[in-house]
Structure formats: C-alpha cells, structure tokens
C-alpha cells in the first residue's frame, strides 16, 4: 500500500468519525468506524473487521479497492449512505392511508375494519379494534346522505396492564381509542375495584366516552421530594409515611393546588388491594363518582440514613376529566351518531343530510382525522375509474406506526403491496409505487432463509412538475420515494437527460431521494435568494435587460461553486436558455444534473433599481446516494438482483431464517419492522397475529433536522 493511500485513509477516518457526530435520531454522540481499505468483499480478514466494529458499538465501511482520492470518494460515500440510508423518515404532517379503491358502483359496498384500515385503533396483543366503515357508491360516484357512509365501533373488555384491577372496556372511535366503562364483578368486588370504587362504572350509559391517559405497571419510585407526575396537571405527592403503623398519607395537586388527600397502607398485615391502591374520583358530565385516577403501592419505607419518606408503586391508572359528547344526533363533520347502545356498548354513525360525491382532486374531511381523498388523475374513464382511499391526518408531533394488513402465522404465502401497507411509498395522482413484500410461512411459524421473504420493486415515468422538463424514473424503496434515472429523449423534450452525461444511476446501482420537484412560481432578487436543499442557494448577480441574460452564482453552505448565464427574455428561447443546470458526479455516476431552476422571465426595475427574476420551475435530487449493488445487505435483506434495463430490484433474507415467535419486534430492512403479538392464547383456533410497519417521526416543519452531513464534499477536500 502507498504512503499517499494511507495519508488518505487517515484523512477519510478522521472525517467519517467527525461526521458520525452529527447524525442519528438528534443525538449528539461521536460514534467509532472502522474503515477497511484494499479488503476483499466477504473475506475473513472484512469479516474480522465487522466483528470488531460491533464489539466496539462502532460500524464498518468499506474503502473497497480505491487507488485515488476520487475513489475513496465515491467508496465511503456507497458505505456511509448504506448505513443511514434507513434513519426513521421525519415529516410535517403523515398521512396513514387504507386501501385504494375504485370510484363505481358497488355491488357490495367497501368495508375497512383496523386489519384493512391502519388509521383505526387497533392492539395486535390483544386483538383489540372494532371499528368499521362501510361505503356504498351510486350513481357512479356518489355517497349518498343516510347510508351511503355508514361508521360503526363496538367496545372490547380489556386488562388494566395492573392486572389486579381487573378489566376495562375499551373502544375505538374517530380512529383513537378511549375508555367506555370499568368491568363489573358482583360476585368479588375487590377483583374489579376501580368498578367497585366507583359509583358510576359506564360512560356510554350517558353517552360519552373519555380518553385513557395513563395504563401501566411499571415500578417507579417516588420520595416527599419528588412528587409522581400524572397527566393534566396532577402530581402525587407523599407528605408523610408512618412505618410503624403502616400507612403513607399523600396529597393530590391539580396545577399546584390541593384537590384530594387519602391514607393507603400498603405494607400492612394483610393489605387488600383496596389498602393499596390510591383512588380519586370526579364526575364526568351525567357520570358520577367514577374512578379517574389509580395509583397502587407496592411499599412504603422510611430512609433513616437521609430522612427521606419513599415509596414504590407498580400501577396507575388516569382517564381524562374532558369526556366527548357521543350522544345521538351529535355531529363529526359529515358525520351523525344515530345510535348509542349502553348495553351492547356498540356506536353507529353515518353521513345523514352530508351527500358526498367523489369528484376528482378532492380531500374531504369525514368525520375528526379520517378523510376521503380522490385522485388528480388525468385520464378518467370505465376502463380508469377515478381512485380515492380513505386516510387518517397527524400533524401532532411524536413518533407514530404505520402498519399493514394484520395476519396470521400458519403455513401459506402473504403478500402485502401499497393497497394493503400504508408504508409504502405510493402517489395517488400518477398511481406510482410498485413496491411488494412476499412472505412464505412454512414450519408453522419460519420464514426461511433465500426466500421466505422476498421484497420487488420497479420503477415507473413520473413527470416532473416542471411538465416541459420532459419525464425521470421514480421508484419505492425501502418505503421511500427515489429517483432512478432520467427518461431518454432529445434536447426539446427531456433537457435534464440531454444536459447529464450519466442519466441512469441504476446502472451503476444506486438510488437517490428527490428533494424538490415543483413548477410554483417564485420571484428572487439579487437581495433575495432562491434557497435549496443540501446547504444550496441561487443567487442573482446581475440582469443585462438590453442583452437578455441573467448571470447567477450557485452557492453551497456560502461558498460559490458554480455560475451560469441564462437567457429567458431573448427571442425565440429555448428549454436549454430557460434552464440553470448543475451537474455533480454521484459516485460512479458522472456529470449528472442535480439541481435545475427554470426562468420565466428576468426584468430589472429602475424605480428600485433592483434585478429580478420569476422560476416556474425546480428540480434537486440528494448529493448522498444510496447503494444498491448486488449482495449489499439492509438488516436481514439482501439485494439479489438488480436490472438497470428494466429498472427492477429484488431482495431476499438471505442468510437470514426468521422465526415468528410471540412478543418480538424485528428489523426487515431500512424502517421496515416486524412485528408479532404479545398474545396469551396462541393456537389451531387463534394463530399467532403479525404485521409489517414503518416507525414515522412527526414534528413541527421548522424543526425537522437537516439529515446525515454529506460524507462526500468533506472528503472531496483533500483531493
């Protein structure tokens, strides 16, 4: 090995280990890579290395066989990319869809229960959901008022996770779930204290339901210094303990008042559960007394050593004290309560006096998050029906799954596609995404290595919104959306494939994300940039109205790194006049576009003395592609084939046996889970429940972090 490679190695580790700092899910924390340089792909030596890695909680990369700066480039950028191409997608706002469905008349209407619908409320451990809606088209495309949307949800009993509280009856409705009555037991009350403290048990009795705040039993412990938080302002604060004679007294606090106190003793001879456990009841609306609060203690003692009062508790328990008004003729949007049955706790609704009818390019609000949305599609006709589905909007920011088709673990092959996984990437408007997952169960619960999971996906033409640009090759992976290649033609009718000297990343076996695709109009001033993704910004230094040409600088992070003259005023201009191009190397493949912006015109103001310029049209894709090479691994799946031709890849676990065990959460590949119920009952009657999801982060738009930094333009500097 020569001296310059490993000065260039040296250089490559000490900026891969910089960059490991900024990247992961907003966690500060340098992390350990072990760069493989001139190592044979799947020798012991490679495999030696990967071992230590994961011994030291650090990662591998490989430098594969780099000779030059410009090939550790593009070697670490393949690897880097490899092992964050999987980070847990970030949005504004997730839209959880059910299946897509055809705008005709329906001999039998559509029904989507929480197996079809991933919107609906539904818990894989206990099988917990009943939530259904039932549409029924007429007339072509009309839902008509009184029938044509019917919404029905039937309560469940359910354990308190404390499970010597006994049960509880849960229900999904408006596609969350909340708590409608305690369990009752005549016959031992103690077995279903929260029913027995309570003098009222059912909300539904008085048609209301109210939200489940808190349900666990983990152990926490709590001393007089550190009061037990609760939801909605409550804490539980321990004034004093008397381990002599037993007892804890402790004060309630809503927003720092005192609003309830009560003695438990949970350490006496004897102690019933109703000696442990701390209650507070309230009314909710027409329901009286019931039970809001539980805490149960697991102990108390008394720390000599620091005069400290402790206790431990092992359960609580919280219903919000805001119930929602389910009585019948209450409106939810398009939707009316028709029937509220205490008995049966079941809740039918449906789109009384609300006629829908599904037009294209529509986004109708149904009934609190779930909505209708149609398709903007061009071509609408008996052989094309129009395409609507049925969604759930979240802008409330935390972490959130998006799961498929719920099945059973018995031997047979399931498939899920982007009709039956919301997770998939799909585009209603163009129906785009081709993304399949192959699951073969034999063994009773084995997904067999090299093919007990198989993963396709191909690419389609997409226009890009710019429509004069011509069409590029859009595919789904990994449950994302990527650009493959740009489709072939002539300067005229493709400009951003005529100006690319490399246009198909697949032939080089990489993807990359698109980050802008739109044609909005925009105006820039030389006072006012057009900003970009990656650190990119454009930048109007100067209009020659009399010559028609605009001179503008690109700039990335502040540094200028290309400039241009564009002519979108002069006679008879053409695409290649009106487009501002920039070509970047993307690993191996070379001089291709990755930012464009399309001038409408470019005027200069004499009143402000000021040059300004209208785009109608921007394009970039990621500097930071994503390997997709043949044996490359993402978690248990493995790239085995991929077609640059017919711009097709598919995966397989190989190497890779699954067991679908009870209780267990596995990682497919990228954000793609797998996960099995936590089910006490598993059986020829009651077969191990399984689905596939996505973990999906949502935040406010102005705090989404920036991404991995770009491996590449660090390493680019040493060449």
Do not use: C
Not at 53 to 66: R, T, V
Not at 264 to 290: C, N, Q
Not at 497 to 516: A, R
Request: no cysteine.
């Amino acid at each position: 090995m020569k001296l310059e490679h490993i000065t260039t190695l040296i250089l490559a580790a000490f900026f891969a280990s910089g960059i490991a700092s900024t990247v992961g899910a907003g966690v500060n924390e340098t992390e350990l890579f072990i760069i493989g340089f001139d190592i044979a792909e799947g020798s012991p030596e490679e495999e030696n290395l990967k071992d230590m890695a994961e011994q030291m909680g650090g990662s591998y990369i490989s430098a594969e066989d780099a000779t030059t700066a410009a090939d550790l480039e593009v070697a670490l950028t393949r690897s880097f990319a490899g092992i964050y191409g999987g980070a847990t997608e970030t949005l504004s706002l997730l839209e959880i869809r059910g299946p897509v469905a055809d705008v005709v008349d329906t001999p039998e209407p559509y029904v989507w229960g929480p197996q079809e619908f991933a919107g609906f409320y539904y818990d894989i451990d206990d099988d917990l959901g009943r939530e259904s809606l039932r549409l029924t088209i007429t007339g072509g495309n009309v839902l008509d008022e009184d029938g044509g949307v019917v919404y029905e949800t039937v309560a469940q009993e359910n354990d308190f996770d404390f499970e010597e509280w006994g049960r509880y009856w849960t229900i999904g409705f408006l596609a969350e779930e909340y708590f409608a009555a305690y369990v009752e037991n005549e016959a031992e009350p103690l077995k279903a204290y929260l029913a027995d403290d309570s003098t009222d048990t059912n909300l539904l009795a008085d048609e209301q339901l109210s939200k489940v705040l808190y349900d666990d039993d983990e152990e926490r412990t709590f001393t007089t210094g550190t009061p037990l938080m609760l939801a909605d302002g409550y804490e539980l604060v321990i004034q004093e303990i008397d381990v002599d004679n037993n007892w804890v007294y402790v004060e309630l606090m809503e927003n720092g008042m005192v609003v309830d106190s009560a003695v438990v003793e949970p350490s006496k001879e004897y102690a019933t559960i109703e000696d442990k456990t701390y209650t507070y009841k309230a009314d909710l609306g027409d329901t009286k007394d019931i039970v809001v609060i539980a805490v149960h203690f697991k102990n108390a003692i008394h720390l000599k050593s620091s005069d400290q009062d402790l206790a431990t508790i092992d359960g609580i328990w919280q219903v919000s004290e805001r119930p929602i008004d389910i009585e019948e003729d209450t409106e939810f949007d398009k939707m009316t309560v028709q029937s509220v049955n205490a008995d049966t706790k079941t809740i039918v609704m449906d789109n009384e006096d609300e006629k829908i009818t599904l037009n294209k390019n529509k986004d109708i609000l149904l009934m609190g998050d779930t909505r209708i949305k149609t398709a903007d599609q061009d071509d609408v006709s008996v052989e094309n029906p129009l395409r609507f589905y049925i969604y759930k909007e979240i802008t409330e920011p935390g972490t959130y799954e998006i799961r498929g088709s719920v099945n059973d673990a018995v031997d047979g092959t399931i498939e899920w596609t982007v009709s039956s996984f919301a997770g998939f990437y799909y585009d209603i408007d163009d129906y785009l995404g081709t993304e399949k997952i192959t699951m073969t169960v034999t063994g009773g619960n084995v997904l067999d290595e090299d093919g007990g999971v198989v993963y396709e996906t191909s690419a389609q033409p997409n226009d890009f919104d710019f429509e004069d640009w011509g069409e590029y090759m859009t595919i789904g992976f990994l449950a994302e959306e990527y650009f493959a290649a740009y489709s072939e033609g002539d300067a005229e009718t493709a400009y951003l494939y005529d100006d690319s000297t490399d246009y198909n990343l697949m032939v080089d076996e990489q993807l990359t994300k698109v980050l802008i695709n739109d044609d909005e109009e925009r105006t820039l001033t030389t006072g006012t940039p057009l900003k970009l993704e990656e650190g990119y910004e454009l930048v109007i230094q100067e209009i020659d109205v009399d010559n028609n040409w605009v001179y503008v600088e690109l700039m990335k992070n502040g540094m200028v790194v290309d400039s241009s003259v564009v002519e979108p005023s002069k006679e008879y201009a053409t695409i290649e006049d009106k487009t501002y191009t920039y070509k970047k190397n993307l690993g191996y493949t070379r001089d291709v576009v990755v930012i464009a912006v399309h001038f409408k015109n470019a005027i200069h103001l004499k009143s402000s003395d000021k040059d300004l310029a209208t785009v109608d049209g921007i394009w970039q894709v990621s500097e930071r592609p994503i390997d997709i090479e043949e044996d490359k691994e993402y978690n248990k799946m493995t790239i085995d084939y991929v077609n640059s031709e017919a711009l097709y890849i598919e995966m397989r676990n190989i190497d890779e046996k699954i067991t679908l065990n009870k209780n267990k959460d596995t990682i497919l590949m990228g954000d793609i889970r797998l996960r099995t119920a936590d089910q006490d009952d598993i059986g020829p009657e009651n077969p191990l429940r399984f689905y596939i999801y996505k973990m999906v982060n949502v935040e406010p738009p102005d705090s989404k972090d920036e991404g991995p930094m770009n491996l590449t333009s660090s390493i680019g500097a040493f060449g």
